[in-house]
T-cell receptor, first 111, second 116 residues
Framework: EAGVVQSPRYKIIEKKQPVAFWCNPISGHNTLYWYRQNLGQGPELLIRYENEEAVDDSQLPKDRFSAERLKGVDSTLKIQPAELGDSAVYLC?????????FGPGTRLTVT | AQSVAQPEDQVNVAEGNPLTVKCTYSVSGNPYLFWYVQYPNRGLQFLLKYITGDNLVKGSYGFEAEFNKSQTSFHLKKPSALVSDSALYFCAVRGYYGGATNKLIFGTGTLLAVQP
């Protein structure tokens, strides 16, 4: 069974530029999560989807971050414009039960 | 508010010796508790979980954890450490409120270093 797939794995951009991350969850997993992991910290939830509905986006900085999950499968997370403080690893996870399965993450560096 | 504390930034242990990685939590309601491991440049991998039942839960790679409600702890243990166990370990808690799920809160992580 394929795991959670994320792309790209690495991204370097200049501040004020836009960037997008893509996630393909494990087949059959209705719940999808986006996390941000800063260096030396644990992951922090940005948004959670149940199928195509965002049910918890309280931690998503809505002035510059947006996310979508069309058709309830793949998801994209976008930052526009990026700031220096957005440098982090962005993790996608999916679940069908209580445990979450994580992708390898996208390491974003904003210069 | 939910919170998780991992009091040790790093744990050093010699190969073959037992290891313990500590975790304490604070949550309203009955907790769901998890341990994840993260290898360099990899995503988090699920190790084990406690939801209900036996306080001692067994997981992947020979790891186990003991749920202690009175001490609000969920320490990760392994009887005999391997060099390949060296990684970053995260404890996480999720509150459960009568059918409604809640988000997963992670600790700051503990780096386990196993010396040969």
């Amino acid at each position: 069974e394929a795991g959670v797939v994320q792309s790209p794995r690495y991204k370097i951009i200049e501040k004020k530029q836009p960037v997008a991350f893509w996630c393909n969850p494990i087949s059959g997993h209705n719940t999808l999560y986006w996390y941000r992991q800063n260096l030396g910290q644990g992951p922090e939830l940005l948004i959670r989807y149940e199928n195509e509905e965002a049910v918890d986006d309280s931690q998503l900085p809505k002035d510059r971050f947006s996310a979508e999950r069309l058709k309830g499968v793949d998801s994209t997370l976008k930052i526009q414009p990026a700031e220096l403080g957005d440098s982090a690893v962005y993790l996608c996870a999916s679940s069908a039960g209580s445990e979450q399965y994580f992708g390898p993450g996208t390491r974003l560096t904003v210069t | 508010a939910q919170s998780v504390a991992q009091p040790e930034d790093q744990v050093n242990v010699a190969e073959g010796n037992p290891l313990t990685v500590k975790c304490t939590y604070s949550v309203s309601g009955n907790p769901y508790l998890f341990w994840y491991v993260q290898y360099p440049n990899r995503g988090l991998q699920f190790l084990l979980k406690y939801i209900t039942g036996d306080n001692l839960v067994k997981g992947s790679y020979g790891f186990e954890a003991e749920f202690n409600k009175s001490q609000t702890s969920f320490h990760l243990k392994k009887p005999s450490a391997l060099v390949s166990d060296s990684a970053l370990y995260f404890c996480a808690v999720r509150g459960y409120y009568g059918g409604a799920t809640n988000k997963l809160i992670f600790g700051t992580g503990t780096l386990l270093a196993v010396q040969p």
